[in-house]
C-alpha cells in the first residue's frame, strides 16, 4: 500500500531529535555530540554521530546526524530513516505513529537539554486517534536476507534457507529466523548473532483475521 504524502513541516514539531533517539533506544554517550554504534552498519562506538544543537541545512530544523560508516547524515527523520532502513516518507509517518499528531508546545528550530516523558504530554481531547498508516513489510525485509555460513551449520542449504525465509542481513549483521502465525503468515524475525542478546522484533505483525488455519493432521 502506497502511503499518502505527509509534509514534513508537520512532523517536525511532534518530537526533538532526543526523542527519536529514545524512541530508537539508541546507547548514546555524550549529551552535546552524542556517539554510539550504527544500529545498520555497526562499526565502533563512535560510528553513529548525532548533534541535538546543529541545525540541518535543508530542513533548517535542530538537530543533526552522521553515519561515519557510510558519510550518511541528515536531520532528525533522516536519523529514523536511516536506522530502521525506511525511506523518508516512511519515516515521517513512523514518526507521526509513535508519537501522534499533539505539538508539544516549543519551537522545533530551538533545543533543550531536557525532554519530558511523552507519558506526561497530555492528549488532546479532540484529536480522534488516527489509525497507522506505516506498516512493516515482511517481503521487502526477507528480500534483503542473504545464504549464510551459520545456516549451514544449522542444516539449512539455501535454497531450504530461502523457503523459510531464514537469512543473514549484510548490512545488519545479524542472523533472522522468522516467528510465523499458525496460519504461516510471518509475525516477526528473532535475530541471532554470536556473543550478542536475542534480538525480540519492536512489534510483531498482527495476525490475520481473514484467514483460518489449515486443520493438523493426525
Same mark, same amino acid.
Given at each position: ?9 508537520? $512532523?517536525?514539531?511532534?518530537?526533538? !531529535?532526543?526523542?527519536?533517539? *529514545? ?17 545498520? =552498519?555497526?562499526?565502533?562506538? *563512535?560510528?553513529?554521530? !548525532? ?8 530542513? /533548517?530544523?535542530?538537530? $543533526? ?10 536531520? *532528525?527523520?533522516?536519523?529514523?530513516? @536511516?536506522?530502521?532502513?525506511?525511506? /523518508? /516518507?516512511? +519515516? #515521517? @509517518? &513512523? ?15 530551538? =533545543? ?10 497530555? +492528549? ?6 488516527? +489509525? ?15 545464504? =549464510? ?9 539455501? +535454497?531450504?534457507?530461502?523457503?523459510? #525465509? &531464514?537469512?543473514? @542481513? ?6 533472522? !529466523?522468522?516467528? *510465523? ?5 510471518? #509475525? ?11 534480538? !525480540? ?5 498482527? #495476525? ?11
Amino acid at each position: 500500500m502506497k502511503l499518502p504524502y505527509l509534509d514534513f513541516q508537520t $512532523v517536525y514539531p511532534l518530537a526533538e !531529535i532526543i526523542d527519536l533517539v *529514545r524512541m530508537l533506544n539508541l546507547p548514546v554517550k555524550g549529551t552535546a555530540n552524542m556517539r554510539c554504534k550504527c544500529p545498520v =552498519h555497526d562499526g565502533d562506538d *563512535r560510528t553513529l554521530s !548525532i548533534t541535538p544543537s546543529a541545525m540541518a541545512n535543508r530542513s /533548517q530544523t535542530m538537530g $543533526v546526524f552522521k553515519c561515519w560508516a557510510t558519510n550518511e547524515g541528515g536531520d *532528525r527523520i533522516g536519523l529514523v530513516a @536511516h536506522c530502521m532502513e525506511l525511506s /523518508q /516518507q516512511e +519515516a #515521517a @509517518h &513512523f514518526i507521526k505513529e509513535q508519537f501522534g499528531t499533539v505539538v508539544p508546545d516549543r519551537d522545533t528550530k530551538s =533545543h533543550r537539554e531536557t525532554v519530558p516523558d511523552r507519558d506526561t504530554v497530555p +492528549a488532546n481531547p479532540r484529536q480522534a486517534p488516527q +489509525a497507522s498508516t506505516y506498516a512493516f513489510d515482511p517481503d521487502k525485509f526477507a528480500s534483503r536476507l542473504v545464504y =549464510h555460513e551459520d545456516l549451514r551449520e544449522l542444516g539449512l542449504d539455501e +535454497a531450504m534457507a530461502k523457503e523459510l #525465509a &531464514f537469512g543473514f @542481513h549484510p548490512q545488519q549483521k545479524w542472523l533472522y !529466523i522468522p516467528v *510465523r502465525w499458525p496460519t504461516g503468515q510471518v #509475525a516477526g524475525w528473532l535475530g541471532f548473532r554470536k556473543g550478542e542478546s536475542l534480538k !525480540i522484533p519492536p512489534r510483531w505483525i498482527p #495476525a490475520p483475521t481473514n484467514v483460518v488455519a489449515l486443520p493438523r493432521r493426525a
